[in-house]
T-cell receptor, first 108, second 111 residues
Framework: GQNIDQPTEMTATEGAIVQINCTYQ??????LFWYQQHAGEAPTFLSY????GLEEKGRFSSFLSRSKGYSYLLLKELQMKDSASYLC?????????FGAGTTVTVRA | DTAVSQTPKYLVTQMGNDKSIKCEQN?????MYWYKQDSKKFLKIMFS???????INETVPNRFSPKSPDKAHLNLHINSLELGDSAVYFC??????????FGSGTRLTVV
């Protein structure tokens, strides 16, 4: 099975940086994903890590350490529109298992 | 063109009724899924089909029956609806092991 843990809530100021941590335990691993979900909408793909290291995509970066079962999503230059839930998900075979999500609130 | 489309977007129905949710993807993906997102926003997998074959069936009551007439469609039929079935149901598709593309969700309310 998979245990995926991430903080429930985080608050940050516009223009700041926020780091959302995710730890997981899994008996198999095909990759780790981060999704963004705005209230009332579908989750949308942000990033994918399958090898250790940092993947950078604009203001968003994601890091993976497979030996530690650890990932983080880094959001830079926060904007009000970044207020959303961020979901960590671990892929194994055909299945993507999600954490409970971290609600990020960006304040002016 | 919507990549993964599901209908209806909202569904309000009485306990005991039978209802269906439809999903279609035009991405050419082999694998489709149904996920349930409860009031605590936790997304949990229910079913997965690969090329019309059921490959994942999590611990879901047998009142829920998925059907995949072809690899572009995956429908979900729910019999004898209960209050606890109220949730948002998301359809998704993927080329495994890559990430999913989600449909816009169906908000089911059982009264």
């Amino acid at each position: 099975g998979q245990n995926i843990d991430q903080p429930t809530e985080m608050t940050a100021t516009e223009g700041a940086i926020v780091q959302i941590n995710c730890t997981y335990q899994t008996s198999g691993f095909n990759g780790l994903f981060w999704y963004q979900q705005h209230a009332g909408e579908a989750p949308t793909f942000l990033s994918y890590n399958v090898l250790d290291g940092l993947e950078e995509k604009g203001r968003f970066s994601s890091f993976l350490s497979r030996s530690k079962g650890y990932s983080y999503l880094l959001l830079k230059e926060l904007q009000m529109k970044d207020s959303a839930s961020y979901l960590c998900a671990v892929s194994r075979d055909y299945k993507l298992s999600f954490g409970a999500g971290t609600t990020v609130t960006v304040r002016a | 063109d919507t990549a993964v489309s599901q209908t209806p977007k909202y569904l309000v129905t009485q306990m005991g009724n039978d209802k269906s949710i439809k999903c279609e993807q035009n991405l050419g993906h082999d694998t489709m899924y149904w996920y349930k997102q409860d009031s605590k926003k936790f997304l949990k997998i229910m079913f997965s089909y690969n090329n019309k074959e059921l490959i994942i069936n999590e611990t879901v009551p047998n009142r829920f029956s998925p059907k995949s007439p072809d690899k572009a469609h995956l429908n979900l039929h729910i019999n004898s609806l209960e209050l606890g079935d109220s949730a948002v149901y998301f359809c998704a598709s993927s080329p495994p092991p890559m990430g999913y593309t989600f449909g816009s969700g169906t908000r089911l309310t059982v009264v």
